[in-house]
């Protein structure tokens, strides 16, 4: 097995989805899935492709409700290429002339290549042999190279190459009643098949889309006629050429894309033009992406020796990637739960990114800051959506798009159930924790003050602010109380026989806005002392006010019950849920929710959850951070509190989101190593394996990927930074018989880790640049660049 490589066999169509997503490839700017040149949305292939940030709206109504959505847009299809051999049929998406198909995807190049053989009428053979790129060095263009060679047989072939703008958003069946149809056409042209162009446009939010084409023989034939074909919003050119017996022939199909939302570009259709007119051959642009790829894979490569578990932490690091790349860095898009490769969630942003940063700070933190910056560009609607609910500071939405409005669906669908139900998951304000928490993390591995002052604590302050003001002061307990919310356990959204949905008191929400409040004095202390005051008079920040925050971080209710932390005030009401009778009857029960409420209950009444929650406090926070605040609050918190506190929830939670399984990897790591071992592979497992049956197909869960790969290199590693050191205290998993990886620290690139049971060794790369201050279980080194250090295990 080639831990560089995913290889598919003889695909079945039933798995047809799932490939098609694992076989993306984007570069950060766009994606495309791994679909057939040859095929069309038809059900079981779906050949999408994604530009980062491009949204459309759409408005239509569900059970008489009027509903708008935001959608991530299915641009036009630049991979249509299908032949014939003389006057048969294209060969199209699911032929049975279609035979021994293999799709293998090399990770290390990013290069999806396909073999396979065309049994033509009356036994006459053709084997083709395709490679395919979304080029990482230059983000607007993609190729597509295709070798045909008759193996048996002489005659002629023809080849059709187009662009289709005739698509629509169909990706996601429960979706499929709304309207998909986000394009409109604006015409298409060119006159040889060197270069033709379709233009179209995004209905509502208006983005101009170009893309440009150029197919062309590249080895084993003269060109022969060629034409030109027009409709609509396709377009395409037909070319003829000799079949000769033993002979391949090879073309290469080049496309430019470009949007009106792009840096430095006139209109998209001539910067589409310009483009490709200075694109060239596949195999230079070949050689160019792979080594765009080289130089990633030697910022953030992750070893280990176990090759199985290698091959899918590669995978997780080439989507993220793909997904979230240097290119990404200079657009204004936040971290899609679902990467570019497939419609779920419609492309939106949620509060994923607290699992997707920890990996870019500390390897492209450009790229970090960029999404964080995403969020900075919508403090405006944020404020407004504070200011709408009485609320100092900026409100985050629970889903986010193109303006950082709430673009939480209304309702949504219990397939089991068929019905529409009232979607409550707005209220998770604890979004906005996710906002802060990933500014003082990114400040903190990055030590970057002018990020911080230029926009990472006005962000951090505007979040804190609203959370502050979503707390009352509750003159019975004596405590801040924060009501009707919804924490990270989406399975909870309202008490039994209460009208008003949420709960009150989510410890999560509770405690990491009190974590949130701390650092409140900390971000203004780290700003420089003008820009400190210049914030603070833009803000209209008062010193009543940030009283206030500090009466709230030793005054702030988290309810307990049977000597743990409850997961909301009042939790302990709730009935326990038959687990092993619900197992027994329904096999799979991660979406208890559908489950229950297609027989006419509610997880509402149950001790059952969707993911961890109170968890989420061990996953952010050092057992050291959460009793400190737990004691702040005058609340008595020790280890073993934490202890009976992960048991209580690990069996009470159904995993129905794959960030459940990294958040109870991480929480174990410590005190359950096998436990915390069997979490991991679950995680590993999410998508390669698609555990929650075909969600991958519809986008893969880029949280839980980050997750694993943070899992990992911080968890394992015990790396944290402090005071500007880099600090460890590594227990690896004893499966692991090694592991390493770089990182960015400070100035320095590549500083590499690793680990083995016999100890750490830190390799600075040299520079002029000062030492690395390193701290490994109580002891203090510096790594000189260009000294490697070697500790030895205690
Ligand atoms: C999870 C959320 C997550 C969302 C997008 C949901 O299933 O419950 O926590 O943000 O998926 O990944």
């Given at each position: 097995m080639n831990p560089w490589r995913l290889v598919y066999r003889s695909p079945r169509p039933e798995d047809e989805g799932l490939r098609e997503a694992l076989c993306t490839l984007g570069n950060g700017y766009f994606a495309t899935r791994g679909a057939a040149a040859e095929a069309v949305a038809d059900g079981v292939r779906y050949p999408g492709s994604y530009i980062s940030g491009c949204y459309d709206r759409a408005a239509s109504s569900v059970g008489g409700h009027p509903v708008d959505n935001e959608d991530l847009v299915n641009v036009p299809n630049w991979l249509p290429l299908t032949f014939r051999a003389g006057r048969e049929d294209w060969l199209a998406g699911g032929d049975p002339r279609l035979t021994e198909e293999r799709v293998e995807l090399d990770m290390l190049r990013g290069v999806l290549e396909r073999v396979f053989r065309v049994r033509h009428h009356g036994g006459a053979t053709t084997l083709v042999r395709q490679r395919r790129l979304v080029s990482m060095s230059d983000p607007h263009l993609a190729a597509l190279e295709v070798s045909l060679l008759p193996e048996n047989w002489d005659g002629e072939l023809t080849v059709l190459s187009a662009l289709d703008g005739g698509v629509a958003n169909s990706g996601v069946a429960r979706y499929?009643?709304?309207?998909?149809?986000h394009l409109r056409s604006l015409g298409s042209g060119g006159r040889t098949p060197e270069e033709l162009w379709l233009r179209t446009a995004t209905r509502a939010s208006d983005v101009g889309i170009a893309l440009a084409a150029r197919t062309r023989v590249s080895r084993g034939a003269a060109p022969g006629s060629a034409a030109v074909r027009a409709r609509g919003d396709w377009i395409g050119c037909e070319l003829r050429l000799p079949a000769v017996l033993g002979q391949a022939v090879t073309l290469e199909k080049t496309v430019a894309l470009h949007t009106s939302r792009d840096h430095a570009a006139g209109s998209p259709l001539s910067a589409a033009r310009t483009s490709l007119a200075r694109a060239d051959s596949f195999d230079t642009l070949l050689r160019c992406h792979a080594a765009a790829w080289r130089r990633l894979w030697q910022r953030c490569s992750v070893d280990i020796d176990d090759q199985e578990d290698q091959r899918i932490l590669r995978l997780h690091l080439f989507h993220i990637l793909q997904t979230?790349?240097?290119?990404?860095?200079?657009?204004?898009v936040g971290v899609p739960a679902r990467g570019l490769h497939g419609e779920a969630y419609r492309g939106h942003v949620f509060w994923d990114e607290l699992f997707v940063l920890p990996f870019l700070n500390l390897r492209f933190p450009e790229t970090a800051r960029g999404l964080l910056r995403y969020r900075w560009r919508r403090l405006p609607e944020a404020r407004a959506a504070a200011r709408a609910q009485g609320l100092r500071g900026a409100a985050f939405p629970w889903q986010s798009a193109t303006t950082g409005r709430e673009e939480t669906q209304r309702w949504h669908l219990n397939p089991r159930s068929g019905r529409w139900l009232v979607d409550?998951?707005?209220?998770?304000?604890h979004v906005n924790i996710a906002v802060a928490y990933n500014v003082w993390q990114h400040y903190q591995a990055t030590g970057d003050t002018r990020f911080l002052t230029d926009f990472g604590a006005e962000l951090l302050l505007e979040a804190a602010r609203t959370l502050a003001d979503l707390a009352v002061y509750d003159h019975r307990l004596r405590r801040y109380v924060i009501r009707g919310v919804m924490g990270p356990d989406e399975y909870h959204d309202a008490y039994p026989g209460r009208d008003l949905p949420g709960v009150d008191d989510n410890a999560y929400t509770n405690v990491m806005t009190v974590w949130v409040l701390r650092r409140v004095p900390e971000v203004l202390d780290a700003l420089p002392g003008p820009a400190r005051r210049d914030l603070r008079e833009r803000l209209d920040l008062s010193r009543a006010e940030t009283d206030r925050f500090a009466r709230m971080t030793r005054r702030m209710r988290v309810p307990f019950h049977d000597g743990v932390i409850s997961q909301f005030a009042g939790y302990e009401n709730l009935a326990e849920l038959d687990w092993a009778g619900y197992r027994a009857a329904y096999g799979d029960i991660r979406r208890l929710d559908r489950i229950l409420e297609a027989e006419g209950d509610t997880c509402n009444r149950y001790r059952a959850g969707k993911q961890a929650d109170v968890l989420m406090l061990m996953y952010l926070l050092s057992e050291e951070e959460l009793t400190a605040t737990l004691h702040g609050l005058g609340y008595e918190s020790d280890s073993a509190l934490l202890a009976r506190t992960v048991d209580y929830y690990l069996a009470r939670t159904a995993h129905g989101s794959t960030l459940s399984s990294v958040v109870h990897a991480w929480v174990l790591a410590r005190a359950d190593r096998r436990a915390s071992w069997r979490f991991l592979r679950d995680a590993l497992r999410s998508d390669i394996d698609d555990v929650q049956r075909g969600t991958t197909a519809e986008g893969i869960h880029l949280g839980a990927m980050a997750g694993t790969v943070d899992l990992v290199t911080r968890c394992y590693t015990g790396l944290t930074i402090r005071d500007g050191r880099l600090c460890l205290d590594p227990v690896l998993p004893e499966e692991f018989g090694f592991l390493a990886f770089p990182l960015r620290f400070r100035g320095h690139w590549n500083v590499r880790l690793r680990f083995r049971a016999g100890g750490t060794e830190i390799g600075v790369p040299p520079s002029r640049l000062p030492p690395v201050p390193v701290r490994v279980r109580g002891q203090t080194v510096e790594a000189v660049p260009g000294m490697p250090v070697r500790l030895a295990a205690r």
């Open positions: 499929r009643t709304l309207p998909g149809r979230l790349s240097p290119h990404t860095a200079d657009l204004d409550n998951s707005r209220l998770q304000r």
